[in-house]
């Protein structure tokens, strides 16, 4: 019978609980004028081979003043497996400078 063990006199419970996921993006800065560096970042906890990765985006173009703009992430999750975790962002800057 499903959902018993052999000789248990009663059914259990079993929770499950979503695992956590943190999304690290990493901060960088570049010089006013230049073209924006490659963002990066990481997603530490994935579990069975999740295949979900991240692109890391930002608003600012070569004609951005001086100053901060923050790299935000879209997620892509090709196996649809997003809904098992728990996501927090640990969100990065980019930095704009004097050139």
Excluded: C, E, H, W
Aim: net charge negative; glycine share 12%; charged share 10%.
């Amino acid at each position: 019978m499903p959902g018993r063990l052999a000789g248990a006199d009663a059914d259990a419970t079993v929770s499950v609980t979503p695992a956590a996921l943190a999304l690290n993006i990493d901060s960088t800065n570049r010089a006013y004028g230049a073209v924006n560096p490659v963002f990066t970042g990481a997603l530490v906890g994935l579990q069975n081979g999740d295949a979900i990765t991240a692109d890391f985006i930002n608003v600012a173009t070569t004609n951005s003043l001086v100053g901060t703009y923050p790299i935000t992430a879209v997620l892509n999750d090709p196996g649809s497996k997003l809904g098992n975790y728990t996501v927090s962002t640990n969100g990065g800057t980019l930095t704009v400078t004097t050139a």
